[in-house]
């Protein structure tokens, strides 16, 4: 996989390919922060309501010439990165708060935790609009096929609004001495501290980066289907 002058070249199944890259639009950017920051209020106490995970639960198809049907699709959780100058900060402090929680409780940190990921999500500025974001728990089908062939769809639904979106994308595997790697995996801790000490951050062999590629307007009515970018 290389990446040039906003093109990311790669090779499947014997021929070489080629995609230009786009950044997430506004319109889901926007959806992204703001029901997250949403959801953290809830969970704060600040707003009324139930907290809204759509944002971060999407449906990731990946396809394989193994198989009788060749397309698998599974739920992942997934995420918003900053800029590469603030990951390294971030995960230090994300880090920091997952050891106060494992000396104080998990429960006792609990608003402490939310509130550095409210201050987070309601910066904007900070965040890279070219990267989604992943983590690889079981190295099952999705895996294997995106070894295969690491073009993929994920497919967003917004069971509140009925926003729906779905982007076509290429996807790359980051190891753990990358920073990317870090503050992905931090970030997953922080909000899902494992209560077994010896359970380590980096336990998970890979993240995964998601350039998107195409965007198409997946929400039911006139424009369904439509492509965003």
């Known amino acids: 996989m290389k990446f040039e ?72 959780g997934l995420g918003l990165v900053p800029k590469d100058e603030y990951l390294e900060d971030l995960s230090k402090k994300a880090l920091g708060l997952i050891e106060l929680a494992r000396e104080k ?60 979106i779905m982007f076509n994308v290429v996807v790359q595997l980051v190891p753990r001495e990358d920073p990317f790697y870090r503050y992905v995996t931090a970030i997953h801790d922080l909000f899902h501290v494992p209560k077994d000490p010896k359970i380590k951050i980096d336990r998970y062999e890979f993240a995964y980066k998601f350039w998107p590629i195409e965007a198409y307007d997946k929400t039911p009515g006139p424009k369904a289907s439509s492509q965003i970018f």
């Open 105 to 164: 409780g998990i429960n006792e940190t609990f608003k402490e935790r939310v509130q550095f990921l409210l201050e987070l999500y309601e910066k904007p500025e900070i965040f890279n609009k070219n990267v989604l974001s992943s983590i690889e728990m079981y190295y099952k089908r999705s895996y294997q096929n995106v070894l295969e062939d690491p073009r993929a769809t994920l497919l967003f639904y917004d069971q509140m609004s009925g926003y729906s």
């Open 5 to 76: 002058n906003g093109y990311v070249s790669l090779e499947v199944k014997g021929y070489e390919r080629q995609y230009k890259l786009h950044q997430l639009n506004e319109d889901f950017f926007n959806w992204q922060l703001q029901t997250r920051a949403k959801g953290l209020k809830v969970f704060l106490g600040v707003e009324k309501g139930v907290p809204n995970f759509s944002p971060h639960t999407v449906v990731m198809s990946t396809y394989s010439e193994k198989t009788e049907f060749g397309i698998n699709s599974c739920i992942k």
